[in-house]
């Protein structure tokens, strides 16, 4: 039998089993918490950490999506100080590589962009790395703009997940990290891609997107099909 | 009294702000009632003047020219709207940061060129090292982004100025 627990988040009382996370639960009872890395259908990773939270009782704060809930949580998921938060995690998303809202395929179907403005970000207090970012193009459908890349890791895990082919991974470090397909060669030499696009539906810019769309036309209109072969999976026992 | 001085500027973009503001249409002719428009590249006047109340600038600062002229707007005005995509975050004209100017110019002017291959040195300004957004070189009031801010914005944004009242941008987001 599941252990469900009771909490508390933002003031309101919820239920959750054993199990979920803080993200999960709050989905389930409608409040909002923001994040560009999670994706229901595949694992959870902590990478973009706008989910952040407050947990009375702990002075640090907590990725909603990595957070199991127990019994009796207090959780704040909205105050002054994690607005600030998610407005620089925001900002300097935007400010780490080339992010050209005008002239991005996913220009009005990007979850960067609909954050900023969620956020009421008008501006970036930051200045511009602008660094010189390649872009590859050389699969035959899709192509990849490390530009407007950041480092959700959803292309990693839905490739190595539901498709199963691990194509993507992750390279160097810091300001250099990449996503790269295979070893680091060029996405049209992958002997692993399967050519199924999963990668390119689950990303939340315009990083991945089908070749020949035009700015803004690059919606991910395929998503909801993640969620169910997650189901799929599972019940074939894999 | 006198009626408040505004002013428009267009720096390093493309127009479309301004095309913007041109279609607020009728009402337009409501803010210039209660304004007058001192300057600007929809008015025919040289100078740009001084005691401005409320400037929209549009483009970014990507030439020793708009790095003049920002400075003088920013000494005449009081109320400094940074307006539009390429003046917040230096948008499109900043693609250009990460290749550096003179690999740029060599692109444009030398490499894709058969007549008279030269990199225009005479009469047009000298680029900059880097395009740059309005506030990282002057002090900026207001922040109204968009690829281009929508009219309503815009009028949302003047009417409020024109009142005294702080801008409501709310809705306003980077592209379009």
């Given amino acids: 039998m599941t252990t469900v627990f009771t909490l ?51 002075p640090k704060l907590a990725a909603a999506c990595m957070t199991t809930i127990v019994e009796g949580m207090d959780v704040t998921a909205h105050s002054e100080r994690l607005l600030e938060y998610r407005r620089a995690i ?48 050389s699969h035959r459908l899709f192509a990849i703009d490390h530009n407007r890349c950041i480092l959700c890791l959803r292309c990693v895990r839905v490739c190595d997940e539901i498709e199963g082919a691990h194509t993507w991974d992750v390279m160097n470090r810091g300001l250099d990290t990449r996503v790269q397909t295979d070893m680091g060669i060029p996405w049209g030499d992958s002997t692993t891609c399967t050519s199924c696009g999963k990668c390119v539906q689950v990303c939340p810019t315009g990083a991945l997107f089908e070749k020949g769309r035009a700015v803004a ?13 997650k189901v799929v999976k599972e019940e074939r026992g894999q | 009294m006198s ?6 500027v267009w720096l390093d973009g493309c127009s479309g702000c301004h095309m913007s503001l041109i279609d607020m249409d009728e009402r337009l002719l409501d803010i210039f009632e209660r304004a007058d428009l001192v300057y600007g590249p929809l008015v025919d006047f040289k100078e740009f003047p001084e005691n401005v109340d409320v400037c929209l600038v549009e483009g ?33 004209p900043g693609m250009r940061n990460p290749i550096g100017v003179a690999p740029l110019l060599d692109r444009a002017y030398l490499e894709n060129v058969t007549l008279n291959p030269q990199i225009p040195s005479d009469v047009v300004p000298k680029l900059l090292p880097t395009s740059t957004p309005v506030h990282r070189v ?3 009031d207001v922040f109204l982004p968009g690829c281009p801010p929508s009219a309503d914005l815009i009028y949302t944004l003047l009417d409020d100025l024109l009142a005294g009242r702080v801008p409501d941008v709310t809705g306003a987001r980077f592209g379009r």
Wanted: hydrophobic content about 40%; overall charge negative; some cysteine.
């Fill in chain 1, 8 to 58: 508390q988040i933002d003031g309101r009382d919820v239920a959750g089993s054993e199990g979920q996370t803080v993200m999960e639960v709050a989905e389930e009872n409608g409040i909002d918490i923001p994040g560009l890395c999670h994706l229901e259908g595949i694992h959870d990773r902590g990478a973009c950490r706008l989910c952040m939270v407050e947990i009375a009782g702990t």
């Fill in chain 1, 90 to 137: 925001t900002e300097m998303m935007f400010v780490e590589r080339n992010h050209v809202c005008a002239v991005c395929v996913a220009n009005n179907h990007c979850e960067l962009q609909d954050m900023a403005a969620d956020l009421e970000l008008t501006h970036f207090d930051l200045p511009r790395i602008s660094p010189k970012v390649d872009i590859d193009a």
């Fill in chain 1, 217 to 229: 036309s690059g919606s991910k209109r395929q998503r909801p099909f993640l969620p169910w072969l």
């Fill in chain 2, 3 to 8: 009626k408040p001085r505004v002013a428009t």
């Fill in chain 2, 60 to 92: 970014a600062v990507s030439s020793e020219d708009d790095l003049h002229k920002i400075k003088l707007v920013r000494e005449r005005t009081k109320t400094l709207v940074s307006f539009g995509d390429c003046a917040v975050t230096s948008n499109v």
């Fill in chain 2, 138 to 140: 002057v002090k900026v």
